[in-house]
Antibody, heavy 122, light 107 residues
Framework: EVQLVQSGAEVKKPGESLKMSCKGS????????IGWVRQMPGKGLEWMGN????????RYSPSFQGQVTISVDKSISTAYLQWSSLKASDTAIYYC???????????????WGQGTLVTVSS | DIQLTQSPSFLSASVEDRVTLTCRAS??????LAWYQQKPGKAPKLLIY???TLQSGVPSRFSGSGSGTEFTLTISTLQPEDFATYYC?????????FGGGTKVEIK
């Protein structure tokens, strides 16, 4: 059974750093892209970026480029999303999702983590 | 970036109704569109990819159609568990983008 298990909720102050995780199991982790999606309170879904664990090839949405870092440790089948300096506007739920290729370089986000709530407040 | 516009934003319907949701892309995306369902407090769930291919395990009352810039998601007979928010997503080109969502509420 494919599973993505994310790290727990975080409460941080503005300016603090954060690294959250997403551990995959039940499939060959290095064979599928994995990415991150943000959902601000009461709002819709925003695609942030993805990474291919096999070679760490990474793509970012321009909206998040330079704001976050996506990385992976394939030895433990885990993807990460990190911030060096959080802002109040980073308050949101963050989901990881497996990006499975179904043709060429086109994806379907077929398995999702349970989400990690990040609250940034002074 | 490719913009996706979903309509309506809110839809009020009754159990057993047939409902159709629309997603329009700002430029052609072939058939590289997916639909997701999200219930409150839960992660999104993939329903349809490649515009019309039903994801494994998804009930057949869900169907998708379209190509180019206009797409639809149809629920043939609305069930109580279908009241949720639905999002389209284009996977034609980076950055992947989502539509703003359609919330399907109980009339």
């Amino acid at each position: 059974e494919v599973q993505l298990v994310q790290s727990g909720a975080e409460v941080k102050k503005p300016g603090e750093s954060l690294k959250m995780s997403c551990k995959g199991s039940g499939y060959t982790f290095t064979s599928h892209w994995i990415g991150w999606v943000r959902q601000m309170p009461g709002k819709g879904l925003e695609w942030m970026g993805n990474i291919f664990p096999g070679d760490s090839d990474t793509r970012y949405s321009p909206s998040f480029q330079g704001q976050v870092t996506i990385s992976v440790d394939k030895s433990i089948s885990t993807a990460y999303l990190q911030w060096s300096s959080l802002k109040a506007s980073d308050t949101a739920i963050y989901y990881c999702a497996r990006h499975a290729l179904y043709t060429g370089r086109r994806y379907k986000l077929d398995f999702w983590g349970q989400g990690t709530l990040v609250t940034v407040s002074s | 970036d490719i913009q996706l516009t979903q309509s309506p934003s809110f839809l009020s319907a009754s159990v057993e109704d047939r409902v159709t949701l629309t997603c329009r892309a700002s430029q052609g995306i072939n058939n590289y569109l997916a639909w997701y369902q999200q219930k409150p407090g839960k992660a999104p769930k993939l329903l349809i990819y490649a515009a019309s291919t039903l994801q494994s395990g998804v009930p057949s009352r869900f169907s998708g159609s379209g190509s180019g810039t206009e797409f639809t998601l149809t629920i043939s007979t609305l069930q109580p568990e279908d009241f949720a928010t639905y999002y389209c997503q284009q996977v034609n080109s980076y950055p992947l983008t989502f539509g703003g969502g359609t919330k399907v509420e109980i009339k």
